[in-house]
């Protein structure tokens, strides 16, 4: 019979111990990554206001926007605690290893006893105090600018997103559009290669073909990986998991029909976020100024404390007696002369609000540029899309017939080639004008103040 050693034992139990521990800590850790998964939702297919949706809920910059409201909302509690009445307690043991000695009457006299001990309730209450009194004004405007920096996070977001959403479907669309071109080229080059062996046709068209063929996949295989970068650089403004893939979902036609836009209605600046800004920092400016005022007013307070005091030469006794005292006490302070700072901070204020005004109107001269640029620019892309549109069934009906007419001998193959290649252009030239419109139109809301996402 075997027996094991004591230190044996304390072995052989702390490695069980370590090995649950180890297996303890992997289920926590794997159930902490599936909790995590879990968390992150994925879009199955995304439809644009589905992308903005998401990016607006997970996007760090917004989450860190609605963390600092959390912030401010916090930090005007704490400075509005201000005008509660503040209770504190204190208190102190001493020992006097020397009691102090004082000549009276030409007498040494000892001062105090060997111990001393002490307690102290206080208590204080504002009534006249600027910074307490400029927190309780101010507060709904600090909070409110607070939720309006999130609102501009947001639509800033809203835009990028929509405008990569965009530029992904142009990609997207131009793959598209090679892939039914290598399915006709395919098609072309089998018809050539027949007419070549028939004796129909030289070598020559054959060789076009394949030289056509071989271009498109290369280009189509270029915006394959084109894709996968805009693909991701959507992802990271979205707030997406690295690792899940992420299906647009579009409707070219409701695009289409998405496309009108009212080209006459004026500019509304109060619609603009960047407005409701500096309208509420101007509310705050104005804030400051009359509490700069008012430092030529006293600060008033009101303070009361209760003291029990307890003195006796033998530790063990020190809390047998107490020697109670207390009062109250009324504070006004007022500063009388600080070389003319006060008068030099109010000076101060009154420029920073008539500088704030200068902003306002730089704004709206901004605002109204960006509209008008916006909507050029909006309306020469609309052009472009309504020719490209023609431009698309035309070169489709064009190849169509020539593609008739060199089966039965009346065209060469270069003009197939040559038709085949307007189609293919016009078909991206329009994909590329839906989606530049689009875009444009975005950017003319957002001059116009209409997306405002609160």
């Known amino acids: 019979m075997n027996y094991c050693s004591?230190?044996?034992?304390?072995?052989?139990?702390?490695?069980?111990?370590?090995?649950?521990?180890?297996?303890?800590?992997?289920?926590?850790?794997?159930?902490?990554?599936?909790?995590?998964s879990q968390q992150t939702p994925v879009l199955e297919q995304a439809t644009l206001q589905q992308v903005v949706d998401y990016a607006i809920k997970n996007q760090p910059v917004v989450q860190q926007s609605l963390i600092d409201e959390r912030i401010t909302e916090n930090q005007v509690r704490s400075k509005l605690a201000d005008w509660y009445p503040q209770i504190n307690f204190n208190y102190n043991l001493q020992r006097n290893f020397i009691v102090q000695t004082s000549i009276i009457a030409g007498n040494p006299v000892k001062l105090g006893v060997n111990n001393v001990s002490a307690a102290q309730f206080t208590l204080s209450q504002q009534i006249f105090n600027k910074d307490v009194l400029l927190a309780n004004q101010t507060k709904k405007e600090v909070l409110l600018a607070a939720s309006q920096n999130t609102s501009s996070s947001k639509t800033d977001l809203a835009v990028s997103v929509s405008k990569a959403f965009y530029d992904v479907l142009a990609t997207t669309q131009q793959i598209s559009v090679a892939d039914e071109d290598i399915i006709r080229l395919e098609r072309s080059l089998k018809d050539a290669h027949n007419q070549y062996k028939s004796g129909i046709a030289d070598k020559i068209d054959f060789k076009r073909a394949t030289i056509s063929l071989n271009n498109t996949r290369a280009n189509k295989k270029s915006n394959e990986q084109v894709l996968k970068a805009k693909l991701e650089y959507l992802k990271s403004l979205m707030g997406y998991p690295i690792d899940k893939a992420l299906q647009i979902s579009y409707d070219t036609l409701q695009m289409e029909r998405e496309i009108a836009l009212d080209t006459l209605q004026n500019v509304d600046l109060t619609g603009r976020i960047e407005y409701q800004i500096l309208s509420t920092q101007k509310k705050l400016l104005e804030a400051n100024l009359q509490y700069n005022k008012w430092s030529y007013l006293p600060n008033i307070s009101l303070n009361g404390a209760y003291n029990l005091n307890f003195q006796n030469n033998q530790f063990t006794d020190l809390y047998s007696k107490n020697y109670p005292n207390s009062f109250g006490l009324l504070t006004l302070s007022l500063p009388l002369y600080q070389g003319g700072k006060r008068k030099a901070n109010t000076k101060q204020a009154e420029w920073q609000l008539k500088r704030l005004d200068w902003d306002m109107k730089g704004l709206e001269n901004n605002v109204n540029s960006e509209y008008a640029s916006a909507l050029a620019s909006y309306k020469g892309n609309l052009t472009n899309l309504l020719a490209q549109k023609e431009n698309t069934d035309l070169a489709k009906e064009v190849y169509d017939v020539i593609q008739l007419q060199y089966k039965s001998g009346i065209k060469t193959y270069l003009e197939v080639v040559t038709s085949e290649t307007d189609l293919r252009l016009a078909r991206i030239n329009y994909y590329n004008a839906l989606y530049q419109t689009l875009a444009s139109k975005i950017d003319v809301q957002k001059a116009l103040g209409q997306l405002n996402y609160q």
């Open 6 to 36: 004591k230190p044996q034992k304390t072995m052989r139990l702390a490695l069980s111990s370590a090995f649950l521990l180890l297996i303890s800590s992997c289920i926590a850790t794997a159930q902490g990554i599936q909790q995590a």
